[in-house]
T-cell receptor, first 114, second 109 residues
Framework: NAGVTQTPKFQVLKTGQSMTLQCAQD?????MSWYRQDPGMGLRLIHY???????DQGEVPNGYNVSRSTTEDFPLRLLSAAPSQTSVYFC?????????????FGPGTRLTVL | EDQVTQSPEALRLQEGESSSLNCSYT??????LFWYRQDPGKGPEFLFT???AGEEKEKERLKATLTKKESFLHITAPKPEDSATYLC??????????FGAGTQVVVTP
């Protein structure tokens, strides 16, 4: 198993550009989520999905869109990038949303918005 | 509002010098507390889950404990390879994790 994969690893955008961060998992996990990590603030939840076709907002959803058309993929879209979205983005997945739900994280995408 | 606070922010240890990291939380009805390890440039790696006060779990030189208000991660006789940032998180509804800011641990030979 490849686990959770993310592409690209690094990206530089100009203000106003759009892009999609890709996330895929091959563990047949129902639950997937996106976090951003900023210095001194820990990881903050952006959006999450409890299954194909079902998504919901996390703590910091503004400026981001998600969709979940398959169990394997959970892309994160930045519609109009802003410097405040400069961060490291992590995708995570787990078997379920229940108590025994160890979450597996991808290697991250480091995004810089100029 | 749920809060997760980790202390200290950074910890520098000599090899073999045991110490503890703290994670205090204020949540209504704890469903689970997670500890992760994060190496530079990588995603968090799962270490432990604790569910109820009094519970303890061990893995090599690491031992996690849980009370009603806080969790401790004890590092016994650390080695340089234990250098990492240690994150704690509390489980909210629908699998959502709320993370603390982390404790950066550096172990020198």
């Amino acid at each position: 198993n490849a686990g959770v994969t993310q592409t690209p690893k690094f990206q530089v955008l100009k203000t106003g550009q759009s892009m999609t961060l890709q996330c895929a998992q091959d563990m047949n996990h129902e639950y997937m989520s996106w976090y951003r990590q900023d210095p001194g603030m820990g990881l903050r939840l952006i959006h999450y999905s409890v299954g194909a076709g079902i998504t919901d907002q996390g703590e910091v959803p503004n400026g981001y869109n998600v969709s979940r058309s398959t169990t394997e993929d959970f892309p994160l879209r930045l519609l109009s990038a802003a410097p405040s979205q400069t961060s490291v983005y992590f995708c995570a997945s787990s078997y379920s949303t229940g108590l025994h739900n160890e979450q597996f994280f991808g290697p991250g995408t480091r995004l810089t918005v100029l | 509002e749920d809060q997760v606070t980790q202390s200290p922010e950074a910890l520098r240890l000599q090899e073999g010098e045991s110490s503890s990291l703290n994670c205090s939380y204020t949540v209504s009805g704890l469903r689970g507390l997670f500890w992760y390890r994060q190496d530079p440039g990588k995603g968090p790696e799962f270490l432990f889950t604790l569910y109820s006060a009094g519970e303890e779990k061990e893995k090599e030189r690491l031992k996690a404990t849980l009370t009603k208000k806080e969790s401790f991660l004890h590092i016994t006789a650390p080695k340089p390879e234990d250098s990492a940032t240690y994150l704690c998180a509390v489980l909210q509804g629908w699998g959502k994790l709320q993370f603390g800011a982390g404790t950066q641990v550096v172990v020198t030979p």
